[in-house]
């Protein structure tokens, strides 16, 4: 299966916004609005940040919200932080053989 | 709350097995209703799914890794493992042990935090 295909770096200013795109397929994003998407600082595990396309597990800010359109799921951050600077993965259901699929990951920089 | 320990050898001969096992505290395997799974990084690269296994022994697997993967748990010590044969150097990567919601609707919470498995002779 191919990964879902996310920018591979975005960067944006403190308390600036900025979006992060997930392109799939109609066999992964496209057919299932359920994407989760994941926070990883270097040389730690990812972290849940979005299930379900928009929902916020406790603990995870508000600043953080999902949405999605067609075959592109998206993540954004408002009020950028310099804690958020970090690699962010998209994660998709992609069928009944494949079961998950990951985006390549983008590198968010706060300048 | 939950967490999961990843444990095994830091090195492993190419042609051989990679055994990896995770130990889940905080919950009970055997509860059910979560899927336990296996995800590993390549150094500077993106997530990879491997796979999963349901209390009950039903696994899942990434079709291009399943013919040398193989998930187990075991309830009595609360642990899941992981068997990776016939490594490679392509097989270098730190190896993540997670908590899978499973299915359509599912999410990936928590992981561990990783194990870096180096395949060299």
């Known amino acids: 299966q191919s990964a879902l295909t996310q920018p591979a770096s975005v960067s944006g200013s403190p308390g600036q916004s900025i979006t992060i795109s997930c392109t799939g397929t109609?066999?992964?994003?496209?057919?299932?609005?359920?994407v989760s998407w994941y926070q990883q600082h270097p040389g730690k595990a990812p972290k849940l940040m979005i299930y379900?396309?928009?929902k916020r597990p406790s603990g995870v800010s508000n600043r953080f919200s999902g949405s999605k359109s067609g075959n592109t799921a998206s993540l954004t951050i408002s009020g950028l932080q310099a804690e958020d600077e970090a690699d962010y993965y998209c994660?998709?259901?992609?069928?009944?053989?494949?079961?998950?699929?990951f985006g390549g990951g983008t590198k968010l920089t706060v300048l | 709350q939950v967490q999961l320990q990843e444990s095994g050898p830091g090195l492993v001969k190419p042609s051989q097995t990679l055994s990896l096992t995770c130990t889940v505290s905080?919950?009970?395997?055997?509860?059910?209703?979560?899927?336990w799974s296996w995800i590993r990084q390549h150094p500077g690269k993106g997530l990879e799914w491997i796979g999963y296994?349901?209390?009950?022994?039903?696994?899942y697997y990434n079709p291009s890794l399943k013919s040398r993967v193989t998930i187990s748990v075991d309830m009595s010590t609360n642990q899941f493992s992981l068997k990776l044969s016939s490594v490679t150097v392509a097989d270098t990567a730190v190896y993540y042990c997670?908590?899978?919601?499973?299915?359509?609707?599912?999410?990936?919470?928590?992981w561990g935090q990783g194990t870096l498995v180096t395949v060299s002779s």
């Open positions: 109609s066999s992964d994003v496209g057919s299932y609005k359920l």
């Open positions: 379900e396309g928009s």
């Open positions: 997670a908590r899978d919601t499973g299915g359509p609707m599912g999410w990936i919470d928590p």
């Open positions: 296994i349901y209390y009950s022994g039903s696994t």
């Open positions: 905080g919950g009970s395997i055997s509860s059910g209703g979560y899927y």
């Open positions: 994660c998709s259901y992609a069928g009944s053989s494949t079961l998950r699929v």
